[in-house]
């Protein structure tokens, strides 16, 4: 199941963007923020005609904004602001390597700005440098006031990483110095409502949840986190309920519509499922891991070219190093092999997953005893 993320770095694109008149824009929250001096009157039209891209929208938006952006930075390539949207866009389109080094370069320049520091994490998280996404989320951190409504969502975001990584004490160790410093919020209660679910605390995660619900109703990660907790209770009906109702409140709650598909796959009701995560693909169509779910939907149903083809486009245009690619190179190589007879590619494509795919992979020790039995080597 998949919990609730907070894309900090595409809650507000362009946000830091703002040039007008020949000057930039202070821009920023924190410590570090960073005044502008005057620049070209060609550079700041180029930023402008980026941000006017992104505010328009539209299919080629974001390749658009990103050649005016780099035209920008061609006459005066300390336009921070022009640095940082190239990197939403780059993590946009799944580039972290591009999107980590745009960040980079645009704390360069404004040295400790916060926004830059966690879509930076983000980008690592992504990319899976843990120990680089926790430096980023603490040197925000650091340079937040108390007061800041954000650094309780950052603490957030630090302290699911520690639990993703299975250390709880940290995690709580960050939520309790956030509440005490910054007070608590509805993702602060979820965020430890979800340390304690995976402690199998449960008692202790339902009560969180609701003071989540008290603190903020309409928040479907609420109800994302309550039909997780239903699960662990072995409550599948509930669940299911709960998925509904997260993306009821929000229809472009992602994580919800996906963990709802994910019940209709256990339950063998492809064609729902393959309906669910077909939308969430046309709304997101950056998200990998629904896209191999929707291959697991379609052979069920048994059709096998299309999933070939959705696991395919994974392999192609997923992060080199996510674990939805390398579940696309597992799932696409028994597809050739069990169902396809194509044994060939089926052994080529298995050698390739075990070549990738780190050794902690899930379907890493079912692949090489599958390779063993079918001699891909």
């Known amino acids: 199941m998949r919990g609730a993320i907070i894309l900090w770095l595409m809650i507000a694109l362009a946000a830091c963007g703002g040039a007008q008149k020949g000057t930039r824009a202070v821009a920023g929250k924190g410590k570090s923020e960073k005044t502008h001096d005057k620049i070209s009157s060609t550079a ?5 005609s980026g941000l006017r ?8 938006s974001y390749e658009t904004a990103k050649g005016r952006f780099k035209d920008a930075l061609k006459e005066d390539s300390s336009i921070w602001e022009a640095w940082y949207d190239l990197g939403v866009i780059a993590w946009k389109n ?10 980079s370069k645009a704390l360069q320049i404004n040295a400790g700005h916060t926004q830059s520091l966690l879509a930076r994490a983000e980008a690592h998280r992504r990319a899976g440098h843990k120990d680089k996404a926790q430096a980023d989320y603490e040197t925000a951190l650091k340079g937040m006031d108390d007061d800041d409504p954000n650094r309780r969502d950052g603490a957030a975001r630090l302290a699911s990483l520690f639990r993703d990584g299975g250390k709880y004490d940290e995690a709580v160790t960050v939520i309790r110095d956030t509440v005490r410093l910054s007070g608590t919020n509805a993702k602060i209660y979820t965020e430890l409502a979800e340390v304690y679910i995976a402690q199998k605390r449960f008692e202790l995660a339902q009560l969180l949840l609701q003071k989540a619900i008290a603190a903020d109703p309409k928040d479907p990660a609420i109800y994302n986190a309550l039909a997780v907790l239903a699960q662990h209770q072995s409550k599948s009906q509930e669940a299911f309920q709960r998925f509904d109702k997260a993306a009821e409140l929000d229809p472009n709650y992602i994580d919800a519509r996906f963990n709802k598909a994910s019940i209709l796959l256990d339950a063998g009701d492809y064609e729902r499922a393959k309906k669910e995560l077909a939308e969430i693909v046309q709304k997101r169509d950056d998200d990998y891991g629904a896209m191999v779910s929707l291959g697991v939907a379609e052979r069920g149903l048994k059709e096998f070219p299309e999933a070939k083809k959705t696991w395919s486009r994974v392999i192609k245009d997923a992060p080199k190093h996510s674990t939805a690619r390398y579940d696309a ?9 069990d169902f396809l007879q194509d044994a060939d590619g089926g052994k080529t494509d298995l050698a390739k997953y075990l070549q990738e795919a780190p050794d902690g992979h899930s379907k890493h020790g079912d692949a090489e ?9």
């Open 44 to 48: 700041s039209k180029a930023f402008e």
């Open 53 to 60: 891209a992104l505010r328009v929208g539209g299919p080629d």
């Open 94 to 103: 799944g580039d972290d390597d591009e999107a980590i080094d745009d960040f």
């Open 329 to 337: 190179l597992y799932d696409l190589a028994l597809l050739e092999i």
């Open 369 to 377: 005893n599958k390779c063993k039995d079918i001699k891909c080597k």
